[in-house]
């Protein structure tokens, strides 16, 4: 796997965010992917765990998602344990959460206080049933640019949306396929670092296993090796930085 990064392009500050030229005509979309809303009590419980644990300091690594982040606690601990328990990680990882459920998360607590050498993001594939991926591409863009803002000196390693269903006929990973090709070009800015390791978890012929993905959307214990393995080197890379 390579790193996508290029030179730093020139940013526009517009209603509290950076905005790179990949958006800047169409910045306040009116979509629900992009308007930051909280969800019930259970997840705020876990939200505000979440800032406690923040409010402690000594946070060099966040990961950032929905339930296949958060599984980093489940089927992934183990993994976790051996790939992070000593690199100052936290989870930032929530079941369901669609990207405007992060981007609430962010402006209320989630980065208050601290400034991780590196953020890795994987969300939006529970916006591809009722987003575009045009869409859900401005979430995720939102995502980043709030990082950027918040923390500036964090270098983020966006990953591609992972894929999901049995094979390519799928429509949702099929969305995630287009809105990745569109996260991509974030990694023009130098901060920003794009990497696309789904085809690590699929067959030659583009099946998914359910070794890997017991319901063809969450990860094994065999599928988070997977994604410890494959963002390593790149890991490394930018939290020696």
């Given at each position: ?38 969800r ?39 993994v ?9 990680a ?38 591809s ?29 966006l990953?591609g ?9 799928d ?71």
């Amino acid at each position: 796997m390579q790193i996508y990064r290029r030179s730093l392009l020139v940013s526009l500050v517009l209603t509290g965010f950076l905005v790179s030229p990949l958006h800047a005509q169409d910045t306040l979309a009116q979509h629900d992917a992009v308007k930051p809303v909280p969800r019930d009590s259970r997840w705020m419980k876990r939200h505000e765990s979440m800032n406690a644990r923040v409010k402690q300091g000594n946070v060099d690594l966040v990961f950032i998602g929905d339930s296949i982040t958060q599984g980093w606690e489940g089927s992934g601990k183990s993994v976790w344990a051996k790939y992070y328990g000593d690199r100052n990680a936290v989870n930032l990882g929530i079941g369901g959460d669609r990207t405007q459920h992060v981007i609430w998360r962010l402006d209320n607590g989630n980065l208050e206080g601290i400034s991780p050498k590196v953020a890795v993001i994987m969300i939006g594939t529970n916006n591809s049933g009722s987003n575009t991926p045009e869409q859900i591409a401005e979430g995720v863009t939102a995502i980043v640019r709030q990082l950027q803002q918040k923390t500036p000196d964090t270098e983020i390693l966006l990953l591609g949306t992972f894929p999901r269903g049995a094979d390519s006929s799928d429509k949702k990973r099929q969305v995630n396929e287009k809105s990745n090709e569109i996260v991509a070009k974030l990694a023009a800015d130098d901060n920003v670092h794009y990497l696309d390791i789904g085809d690590k978890f699929l067959s030659d012929d583009g099946k998914l296993s359910r070794e890997i993905m017991p319901d063809l959307l969450h990860l094994s214990e065999q599928g988070y090796t997977i994604w410890a393995e494959s963002i390593e080197e790149s890991l490394k890379e930018l939290m020696a930085k």
